[in-house]
Every structure is written in structure tokens, then in C-alpha cells.
């Protein structure tokens, strides 16, 4: 009976009913959106440092886990490092961002290719001048750029020279040099990469440098991989907390905008009802049962939407944003989006369970 009466009551009102379920639907959408490009951004980098084929990195002082800017650490460190015992061979990197989420990376490309094993390039190849400058298959995507297209970076003009496989060092990388040159950061570096002569000598390599070089954040590449994550990286983890507040404060606004509406428009029905017979529990059983079905509707609705904001990502900016599909936040985007709606239909529902029977049924 009750669930006949739920059913009813949402196919009656159709336009209602479904601004409220999209509006839930966004709610959960924009949770598992953030979420997934959260994890997106931390996997790809993570992925890329991998790629770089280095058992340690050094990073600067006081440098958070997944920022750099600017190139503090003076390149004499390399060569001291380089000739620490077990060390086969270290090499610097610059980072220099740029607008946006995008950054340009300077690397010693006869270095890097001999600790990588280089670049897999899908057009073109290395460098042949000092304006040449090497993209990943996404940048080039987002950008619609091709080997001898000219782009603006840093305000200055650079040829594409090549376009790589996606998952070495970074998006845009230019000779290391000429980066120095053109930031006015001569014989500085962001970090540095380096590999031990021996996967035995890996922690002996390790121990050494950080006793010599206590000031400087240094991890096994196991190591700064695995701290790639949401709950490690404070500024991502509040970020979604906020966002989840939102959220939620919108969950309540639309429920409770909705099931008051409803409520006043079935001001003479909740006055039958109770004429007949129905308990305050049962009315305010309706109003949830209808309440947790938006909820539902809204949130599977949700997930759906998520597919389309993924695919926009990739199709439109898939250098700059990646967002994965993160199952295990499902449950958690509904439960939160659930909770938001119970909370909306309080209010409600102690109106509709108040009302008198008499004024009710007089109601117009």
C-alpha cells in the first residue's frame, strides 16, 4: 500500500520529480568527479615518476609532495651526489609551471635516456636545436599540435620536435639548458634522479645521502609513489572535504525544498489520510520512503553522469585533467547524498505529521 502510494505520488508529479533526481544527480557527480580526477592527477604523476627509471629522488627543502616551482638546488649537487659510493649516475631535472595545471620540464636528454631508456616517440624524434621542445600523445591531443607546429610557452616560441608515449617525466619537456637560460636559473635544478649500481646498494645509497644531506626530502621512487596519495596530500583531502560539504548542504536544500512543496500540495491527502485512520509513523514513513527513492534514482543517475564528465576529460582537456572511475567511492557518494536528503525532509515531515485532520481536508 505504502509503496503504491510512493510510486504514485512521483509519477504524478513528473517535472518535480525529476529536477529533484538530477539535482541529487549533481550532487553525487560532483563528489565522484573530484574524487576521480584527485586520483587521476596523483596516479599519472606517480606514473610518470616511475617512468623515469631512477631508484632514489632528491627534492628541495620544505617542497610539498606533488609541487615544485622554480629550480632551488644548485647543480653541483648533482655532481656530488654522482659521486657518492653506489651511485651509477644522477641527473637534474627543472620544472618551470605554466598557467593552468601544466608545467615544462628541462632535462639533460643524453642523461635521461641512459636512466629511462628515452623517449618512445609516436611522431618526430629528439631535439635538433635549442627551440625544440618534445609533448606527450595527450598534450598534443588537447592541443591539435604536430611535429613542426610553433607553440608559445614561457613568452617564447618553441618547435615541436617530437611527440612521445605518454608516461615518462612529464607533458612538455625542452633541453635543460636553455630552460636555465630562459628562466635566469643558471646551474640551478627542481630535483634530482639517480640510480645505484645495485638493487642491493639501494638503501645503502639512501642512508648515506640523507645523513649527508639531513635538509633535503629524499625517497626510494616505492617510496614517493606510495605517499601519492588522497590522504597524504593534505590540500586534496581538505579539498574534498569541502566539496563533500557542499554536497551535502545542496542533498538538503533540494530535498527539502522538495518534500516541502509536496507537502503543501498534499495538504488535503495527508488530511484523508489521517481522517482515515493513518498514523503520524505512516505519513512520515511516505515522505521518507519517497525521499530515499529520489535519493536512489539520484545517485545511480549520478554514477551515470560521472561516464559523461570522464569522457569530456579526455576528449577535451586529457593533458591537463584525468579522472579515473573509483568504485569504492560509489557507496560512500551515495550514502553522503542519502544523508543530505534525510536531513532535507525533517522539517517536512514534522510539518505534515502536525497538521490537523480537520483543517487539512478544508484546505484549498
Not at 505504502?2 to 557527480?29: C, Q
Not at 617564447?156 to 630552460?179: D, N, P, T, Y
Request: overall charge neutral; aromatic content about 8%; proline content about 3%.
Amino acid at each position: 500500500m505504502i509503496d503504491k502510494l510512493v510510486f504514485s505520488n512521483l509519477a504524478h508529479r513528473p517535472v518535480r520529480t525529476t529536477l529533484s533526481v538530477l539535482a541529487i544527480a549533481v550532487e553525487v557527480t560532483m563528489i565522484l568527479t573530484l574524487v576521480g580526477v584527485s586520483y587521476g592527477t596523483l596516479d599519472g604523476t606517480s606514473r610518470r615518476a616511475r617512468g623515469v627509471g631512477a631508484d632514489i629522488m632528491i627534492r628541495p627543502p620544505g617542497s610539498s609532495i606533488i609541487g615544485l616551482s622554480g629550480a632551488p638546488i644548485s647543480d653541483k649537487l648533482v655532481d656530488f651526489v654522482a659521486r657518492q659510493p653506489h651511485v651509477a649516475m644522477a641527473t637534474g631535472t627543472m620544472v618551470q609551471p605554466l598557467s593552468g595545471f601544466d608545467s615544462i620540464t628541462g632535462l639533460d636528454i643524453d642523461q635521461f635516456t641512459k636512466m629511462s631508456g628515452g623517449f618512445h616517440f609516436l611522431e618526430g624524434g629528439t631535439f635538433q636545436s635549442d627551440q625544440d621542445v618534445l609533448i606527450d600523445e595527450y598534450y598534443a591531443k588537447e592541443k591539435k599540435l604536430h611535429v613542426g607546429n610553433k607553440i608559445q610557452l614561457i613568452s617564447h616560441e618553441w618547435r615541436v620536435a617530437g611527440i612521445f608515449e605518454s608516461g615518462k617525466l612529464a607533458r612538455i619537456c625542452v633541453q635543460l639548458s636553455v630552460l636555465q637560460d630562459l628562466t635566469v636559473s643558471d646551474h640551478r635544478v627542481s630535483q634530482i634522479y639517480l640510480t645505484a649500481d645495485s638493487p642491493d646498494h639501494i638503501q645503502e645509497v639512501l642512508g648515506n645521502l640523507r645523513a649527508r644531506l639531513p635538509s633535503y626530502p629524499i625517497y626510494t621512487m616505492e617510496e614517493f609513489t606510495s605517499l601519492l596519495s588522497i590522504n597524504s596530500v593534505g590540500l586534496l583531502r581538505n579539498f574534498i572535504g569541502v566539496v563533500i560539504g557542499v554536497a551535502v548542504i545542496v542533498g538538503f536544500i533540494v530535498v527539502f525544498m522538495s518534500m516541502y512543496t509536496a507537502v503543501l500540495e498534499r495538504t488535503r491527502e495527508i488530511g484523508i489520510l489521517k481522517a482515515v485512520g493513518a498514523t503520524s509513523g505512516f505519513i512520515l514513513g511516505l515522505l521518507v520512503r519517497e525521499t530515499m527513492l529520489l535519493s536512489v534514482l539520484g545517485t545511480v543517475a549520478g554514477i551515470l553522469l560521472t561516464y559523461v564528465t570522464q569522457w569530456l576529460m579526455k576528449h577535451a582537456v586529457p593533458s591537463s585533467l584525468t579522472q579515473e572511475t573509483v568504485y569504492f567511492w560509489w557507496p560512500i557518494a551515495g550514502a553522503i547524498a542519502i544523508a543530505g536528503s534525510l536531513l532535507g525532509v525533517v522539517v517536512p515531515g514534522i510539518k505534515a505529521v502536525k497538521q490537523d485532520a480537520t483543517e487539512a481536508l478544508s484546505y484549498e
